[in-house]
């Protein structure tokens, strides 16, 4: 691939002119670092629980991907306010292209893991096994080591314009490149495409079940009220399993709208080879950093476990607080 690093002066000019945003972007790095610890500390602090479910391992493997994100986010940006000369260092654009990489990888790896598990096990009946699941997770980061070597031999690999990721230009237009960027673009766009169609299968087979069961207790009532007009109808209990669905749901439909943006942004360089507008790049790059913080909401928001572990941790803390002094 051409070598299309820009000069150490373009970059710190553009670097310069974007601080205050970078600023603003660090304050939003560090809510995502503080969500994503507290929830890593809440899942692995309940161990018994991690082992009855282990398809919390799957909201782990997002979180812990998403922390890994935020946490090396932040510290690149401060090291490069602190030191502008580090926009010349090749290995820290190297691994900040790795990062972004693993955490998108590791992202659609698990989402898509989690919507086949779900079409498994709801709609075919096949339960995996917690091997099965501890594989899919770690299979994730395998992948990313392996997926990430070419990566690492690029010598295209430069900052962005505004220098916010490194990565290869998408506007380039060498066959390497665009063969490399558009493959990447199938693997995202596939795993997309299964996600959609598992949860829309499911869909399918929860109403036509929901109907079915419908009738049944249309039925059911029915002759009830003829051997016993008093007696209350049945009342449908709510599937676990379904319930996790919506919760998976929630979080996969949050990531792809978090992502879709910056999709439309690399799209228009990669078809078009000219820059976006930058206001749309700074735009998506805020979608791309809110969504660990977005994310993490919505796991706890729909885990009343994991809230209560959390409100646990400040209840501790404040008869510590409110108490009285001890007379001596």
């Known amino acids: 691939m051409e070598n299309i690093m820009r000069p150490y002066v373009d970059v710190l000019h553009d670097f310069q002119n974007w601080t205050p945003y970078i600023v603003a972007i660090m304050c939003l790095h560090v809510v995502s670092m503080t969500f994503t610890t507290c929830l890593v500390t809440a899942l692995l602090s309940d161990l018994g629980a991690l082992r009855k479910q ?37 290995a820290l654009q190297y691994v900040d292209a790795v990062n972004v990489f693993g955490t998108v990888v590791v992202m659609i790896w698990t989402l898509t893991n989690v919507a086949l598990d779900r079409w498994l096990l709801i709609c075919k009946g096949i339960q995996l096994s917690d091997r099965a699941i501890v594989a899919g997770c770690v299979g994730g980061w395998l992948f990313v080591a ?29 066959p390497i490149a665009m063969f490399q960027t558009m493959l990447d673009w ?22 036509a079940t929901k109907a079915r069961i419908a009738t049944t207790i249309r039925q ?47 799209l ?23 969504q660990p913080t977005v994310d993490c909401t919505l796991i706890i928001y729909t885990n009343p476990r994991i809230q209560a572990r959390m409100r646990g941790w400040f209840r501790r803390g404040r008869p510590a607080c409110a108490g009285q002094l001890p007379i001596v």
Request: charged share 15%; hydrophobic share 50%; proline share 6%.
């Open 146 to 174: 392996l997926a990430a070597l070419p990566l690492l031999l690029d010598s295209g690999v430069t900052w962005g314009e505004p220098p916010i990721f490194a990565g290869t230009r998408w506007m380039s237009r060498t």
């Open 220 to 266: 059911s009532q029915q002759l009830l009220r003829r051997d016993d007009p008093t007696t209350p109808p049945p009342v449908p209990q709510v599937d676990a399993e379904l319930d996790m669905c919506r919760k998976f749901i929630m979080l996969s439909l949050a990531s792809i709208l978090c992502g879709t943006p910056t999709v439309v942004w690399i």
């Open 186 to 207: 199938v693997c995202v766009l596939s795993s997309v495409t299964v996600v959609t169609t598992c949860y829309q299968l499911i869909r399918r087979y929860i109403m």
């Open 268 to 290: 228009f360089e990669l078809l078009t080879g000219r820059r976006a507008p930058e206001l749309f790049g700074a735009l998506a790059t805020v979608f791309i950093v809110l």
């Open 54 to 90: 282990t398809r919390n391992l799957f909201y782990l493997n997002v979180v812990v991907a998403e922390g890994l994100f935020a946490w090396f986010q932040f510290i690149k940006f401060s090291l490069l306010l602190s030191c502008n000369q580090l926009l010349q260092s090749r």
